[in-house]
């Protein structure tokens, strides 16, 4: 079975610092584009970022681009999230998700998913 499982710190306060980690398992890591998706309360799931197989091409939506980081590392199998100057905006579940596909903004071009994971950043 494939899994991923997204782990982390799950609080910061404003200002703060948190990093994420996606294991995969069951896979070869290096044939899928990873995603984070987060969904806040009372919102939609969005994607956050994404990076590609091979040749690690990233994107950042406009609202974490200067303060979010994507990266991998195939010999791990895990893609890693460095969330900095956290807001409480940013208070949500996140997840992890692997695509075939490449890299994509589409959440429906993803094949497995992480189990989700609640960060908070307070005020």
């Known amino acids: 079975d494939v899994q991923l499982q997204a782990l982390g710190e799950a609080w910061s306060r404003r200002g703060g610092s948190l990093k994420l980690s996606c294991a995969a398992s069951g896979v070869k890591f290096d044939d899928y584009a990873i995603g984070w998706f987060r969904q806040a309360p009372g919102k939609k799931r969005e994607v956050i970022s994404c990076?590609?197989?091979?040749?690690?091409?990233?994107w950042y939506e406009g609202s974490v681009e200067d303060r979010f980081t994507i990266s991998r590392d195939n010999t791990k199998s895990t893609v890693y999230l460095q969330m900095n100057s956290l807001k409480p905006e940013d208070t949500a579940i996140y997840y992890c998700?692997?695509?075939?596909?490449?890299?994509?903004?589409?959440?429906?071009?993803?094949?497995?998913w992480g189990q989700g994971t609640l960060v908070t950043v307070s005020s």
């Open positions: 998700a692997a695509s075939t596909g490449g890299i994509s903004r589409n959440e429906y071009e993803y094949n497995y």
């Open positions: 990076i590609n197989n091979g040749d690690g091409n990233t």
